[in-house]
């Protein structure tokens, strides 16, 4: 009993986490729905953020819902995870350190026959959150020949996904999968022009946009069994361009005040990610991803302003030893990098990322499916100092626990 109320206090506090507002501190969550999150769970952030041709017996993969019939027939599962990340901006005659700390998301999952698998969870889309304030004087006929003007940009909130997804295994090495998706949240954006000398009017802008919409995804996994315990495996994640039912409003104040709504104006893009794995047993897995996000097709406060987006990502994990008498033989070694581009442009350049990671997933127990602390690092730079914008370096820490537990199994009384 006391172990069924520890899951449901952690499992409150992690929703009132995932839903409470994202924290981030990127000045380029200020285009578009902000950074996009598609990192994966505690394993795939270690290792680069592969998970398209990723199946787990021990942990949750929602990215690619086909993984879910990897699960033990035994196991329940419940993941939840937290993150805290420093960055820092450098611009040409700028320099700005921050911090900020994230629930991250929490999931259940659990077989409903050998072949079915179920998974419920919340996860962030995206998240925004900066401010940031530019300053340069301008000519005036009335301030002594100059006259100062200052800019300023505030953002927050961000849309998290309510997931629920189901897995069935037709054929032995062959899974199928869906993932049902509520998107919801808020994002507001304001900027502001002041002037030094208030006889000037300074104008406000301010869009906010409200969500509650519904949309899907689906996924494919096919393994290919080789000699003494290797494995290949094939995978694919697919999702439609949605509509986002919204209640938008800009906002612009001068002299006197203008608003302009939108309804159904915003979509979520059609995506495509694929991707290749290659295990042995349990001690070796390597895995490369690719995704494809149509953001040139996708309507923004009724425009089609962004660039398609690319994304690659490779990793692998080393097992020593699952069952071994040390504990750090029983240790999960991970590493990977990733290579993405932005879906926004700025002084018509589309921005590059680039992130190296790395991470450990500590068992608290013998066992196949052990109860596992994962720890990932990840260090990465977006954007450049040159044509007048900002280069971001940040460096992130994300701390998750993996609990599975033997829940199904039948009981014998003699």
Known sequence: MKRYILYICVCVCSVMGVTAQHNTSSPYTRYGYGNITDGGFGQARAMGGIVYGVR???????????SYTAIDSLTFRLETGVSFQVSQQKGMDMKHTDSNGNFEFVSFQFPIKKWVAFSLGLIPYSMVGY?????DTIASTISAGRLGR???YEGSGGITQLYAGLAFRPFKNLSVGGNF???????EHESRSVFSDKTYYGTTMTRSIKVKDVSGNFGVQGTVPMKNEHELT????????????SEASQTIITTDTTVLDFDNNFDIPMYIGVGLS????DKFLFGFDYKRECWSDAVFFGEKIFSDRNKFALGGQFLP???GRRYFQRVAYRLGANFSESYYTVNGEQLHSFAL????????KKGLNPTVINVAFEYGHNGSVSNGMIREQYFKFTLNATINERWFVKRKLN
């Open 357 to 364: 990671t790395t991470g450990w997933g500590f068992p608290l």
């Open 131 to 135: 401010d940031i304030q530019q300053s």
């Open 56 to 66: 787990s017996k021990q942990y949750t993969n929602p990215y690619n819902p086909a």
């Open 278 to 281: 290659y295990s042995y047993s």
């Open 150 to 152: 200052t800019y300023q």
């Open 234 to 245: 094939l995978g694919a994640t697919f999702q439609m361009k949605s509509k986002m039912t």
């Open 321 to 323: 030893n699952m069952n």
């Open 181 to 187: 998706l509520f998107n919801f949240g808020t994002i």
